[in-house]
């Protein structure tokens, strides 16, 4: 089993920046990707970024060149930094890991509000 806790969603301007944290403790070892997904209301969960333990990345069309997905392997931490962002990146924000057995484990969410 693995555990996922996130951090430092907000409430940010149009312009501005965010970093979110998630922190996965338990059977680390089996994870093989990390990534962010967001769901927004009416909407459905959509990718956002994800990178493998081999640190390959992958972004979503509409976050390439602002957001950076990046990870600290000593600390067990995958984070997201957000920079201009946008209103309609507005969502709860959810990280995610996949196992070696294509199982998938969620964090909470964080609610992420960019202003106008």
């Known amino acids: 089993q693995v555990q996922l806790v996130e951090s430092g969603g907000g409430l940010v301007q149009a312009g501005g920046s965010l970093r979110l944290s998630c922190a996965a403790s338990?059977?680390?070892?089996?994870?093989?990707?990390m990534g962010w997904y967001r769901q927004a209301p009416g909407n459905q969960r959509e990718l956002v970024a994800v990178i493998t333990s081999g640190g390959m990345t992958n972004y979503a069309d509409s976050v390439k060149g602002r957001f950076t997905i990046s990870r600290d392997s000593a600390k067990n931490t995958v984070y997201l930094q957000m920079n201009s962002l946008k209103p309609e990146d507005t969502a709860v924000y959810y990280c995610n890991a996949g196992d070696v057995w294509k199982r998938d484990y969620w964090g909470q969410g964080t609610q992420v509000t960019v202003s106008s």
């Open positions: 338990g059977s680390i070892v089996s994870i093989n990707a």
